[in-house]
């Protein structure tokens, strides 16, 4: 563990180091590519690559250098790492909302996944994110413990004129929300009487904030209090097939809402 330790330690500790070997593990180069590459100048890639060969990790090639198979495993593992880490640092302050028991795949998978978080000047940017792939969506399908204005006014007008196909399970809280306030509970009654929209109340709850629009899978993260802290959005499939699966679970679970369920406070 310890050679494996300083092995590591002597790539991090170089990010010409990191370039080179990821360079060569692409394929054949000369000394003068690999300048152009890296911006590393000769004297330094001469250091570098006498050093790759000391551990076997690249060989002379004809015109220049290409890894060894063993330096091609370090490169992808040493990547791979690179990414782990650009992801946690990513997830840092957002980790503690997620419900990660509810999300049964490897948060490896998020690797290429847009993140969006409130700014000054954008707090409601996670929301717009949503929004914008509902816009342009042929189908959606929501599974949520709430159900914010600006998407059930978006799917009500959408499903109205038949432009999407809009099915929501959500927990019984939600609805009860809208339907407490006058101008949601007509979006509300809207959306249930489109002929393109199907909305269901899973008496459980659903204890997740996901979409799926069309391909793609959107969750908003919202900290204990509610406050809206993040938003992400992969089309990675398998986080496709975990949301196609959830989705699906809380949907035979739920029962139908129609106009009679949605009733104003007293």
């Known amino acids: 563990m310890d050679a494996a330790l300083e092995d ?43 050093d790759f060969e000391d551990r076997s990790w690249v060989q ?5 250098y290409e890894s060894t198979a063993t330096g091609r495993l370090v490169a992808d593992a040493f990547s791979d790492l690179l990414e782990a880490l650009d992801l946690e640092r ?20 998020l690797t290429d996944a847009t993140i969006t978080v409130p700014t000054g000047t954008r707090p409601n940017a996670p929301v717009q994110r949503l929004l914008d792939l509902e816009r342009d969506a042929a189908e959606v399908r929501a599974f949520s413990h709430a159900f914010n204005e600006q998407t059930l006014s978006l799917m009500a007008d959408r499903a109205t004129d038949e432009t999407v196909r809009f099915r929501g399970v959500f927990s019984p809280g939600a609805v009860e929300a809208l339907a407490s306030d006058a101008t949601l509970r007509e979006h509300l009654l809207a959306l249930v009487d489109a002929e393109a929209a ?18 793609r899978v959107h969750l908003l993260v919202r900290d204990d209090s509610g406050v809206l802290r993040a938003s992400i959005d992969t089309d990675d499939p398998v986080v496709r097939e ?3 699966s959830a989705f699906e679970r809380y949907w035979t679970e739920a029962s139908p809402l129609d106009r009679a369920d949605v009733v104003a406070p007293d």
């Not at 002597?10 to 054949?28: D, E, H, I, P």
Request: glycine fraction near 8%; proline fraction near 2%; aromatic fraction near 4%.
């Open 198 to 215: 199907t909305v269901s109340v899973r008496s459980a709850g659903v204890p997740v904030a996901g979409t799926v629009a069309d391909d």
């Open 242 to 244: 975990w949301a196609d």
């Open 90 to 109: 990513d997830l840092r302050d957002i980790v503690a909302y997620l419900p990660t028991d509810e999300l049964e795949f490897d948060l490896a998978r």
């Open 60 to 64: 002379r090639s004809e015109g220049g």
């Open 8 to 50: 590591v330690e002597f790539l991090a500790l170089s990010a010409n180091r990191v370039a080179v070997l990821q360079s060569l593990a692409a394929g054949s180069r000369s000394r003068s590519d690999l300048a152009e590459e890296t911006g590393a100048s000769q004297a330094t890639l001469g250091r570098i690559l006498a």
